[in-house]
């Protein structure tokens, strides 16, 4: 499994032959400046909630490669009125898909388009795959759920948010790795806006404190799980 960091809360993943993209908030992005958003080939894209810094360019991607769109009933319903193709989830459910099984958990946090309307409940994704077990945890609070997650599966790695303010920040982050039995994290919503800037070097530190590893990568980089 590779995953490659898009900015944000972006990524590419290539798992069992299939490429999916999460939460694409590119175009918009100065910090992905070098991403070239109209290059990127998805089979699917999981989206964990309907906030406009997760969300802006699943149209243009999904019109151009048809992929299929796998989020909660209410944002798969939004973008089947707008003709895209979907697998609509809800929380704790899970389904088959042809690259693995995927797994729409809990957050802690809200979930509405940028127009107002209502995204259903946000979450965030458990991927099990032949390729390794990967759980995506969406803008969330540190919550006693993750806890659930090592019940379910041994994980092989995690993308947790980092940046606060929003979310959890990193010191939570170190407690939600001991929740989810996983040591290796990678980092993700940070920098991309004022209220989130961390400083890395003290983000990295929390985490070698507790004998783990905080895996922060530039964005267009991939890590192979
Ligand atoms: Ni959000
Ligand atoms: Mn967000």
């Known amino acids: 499994m590779k995953i490659t960091y898009l900015g944000h809360a972006a990524l ?15 175009s918009p992005n100065p910090l992905a400046n070098d991403i070239d958003v109209d290059a990127l080939e998805a089979d699917y894209i999981l989206i964990t909630h309907a906030h406009q810094d997760h969300i802006v360019d699943v149209d243009s991607i999904a019109k151009r490669t048809g992929a299929k769109i796998v989020s909660n009933y209410e944002i798969v319903t939004h973008y089947g009125n707008l003709g895209f193709e979907g697998h609509p989830m809800n929380h704790g459910g899970s389904w088959e898909f042809d690259f693995g099984r995927v797994t729409y958990t809990n957050a802690i946090h809200t979930s509405s388009f940028p127009d107002g309307s209502y995204g259903g409940q946000p979450g965030g994704f458990l991927l099990e795959t032949k390729e390794g077990n990967l759980y995506i945890a969406g803008d969330t609070a540190l919550t006693f759920d993750m806890k659930l997650i090592p019940m379910q599966c041994q994980l092989d790695f995690a993308v947790l948010p980092i940046g606060d303010n929003f979310t959890m920040g990193y010191e939570s982050a170190v407690i939600a790795s001991d929740f989810i039995e996983c040591n290796k994290i990678m980092g993700y919503h940070y920098d991309t806006f004022g209220y989130i800037e961390i400083d890395h070097e003290q983000a990295k530190e929390a985490f070698s404190k507790s004998g783990k590893d905080l895996i922060l990568i530039p964005i267009g980089d991939s890590v192979q799980v």
């Open 12 to 26: 590419a993943i290539e798992v069992a032959g299939k490429r999916l993209i999460v939460d694409p908030f590119i």
